[in-house]
């Protein structure tokens, strides 16, 4: 069974798979889709700011940052 989460929630590397962008700002989806952030997408997070925002991330093969509260919009399944 897979555990459903937002990619904010995942700690230091952990991967997980993108199932679903959670906005109904279609400028902001667009933004994330432009990004490479789809859902069926692995991501691994790499390291995350002392204070915890940005959130490092690993994603079709090159790191990128995201703040927190972008993080909190992307839901992710754990992989077993």
Same mark, same amino acid.
């Given at each position: 069974?897979?555990?459903? %989460? ?13 199932? %679903? ?9 667009? %933004? ?35 703040? %927190? ?12």
């Amino acid at each position: 069974m897979m555990a459903t %989460k937002t990619l904010a929630q995942l700690a230091i590397n952990q991967t997980a798979l993108i199932t %679903k962008l959670n906005t109904d700002n279609a400028q902001y989806r667009n %933004k994330l889709l432009a990004m490479g952030i789809t859902p069926g997408c692995k991501v691994n997070i790499v390291r995350t700011a002392p204070l915890g925002d940005p959130i490092q991330i690993t994603i079709r093969g090159f790191q990128l940052c995201l703040r %927190k509260t972008e993080a909190e919009t992307i839901q992710v399944e754990l992989e077993d």
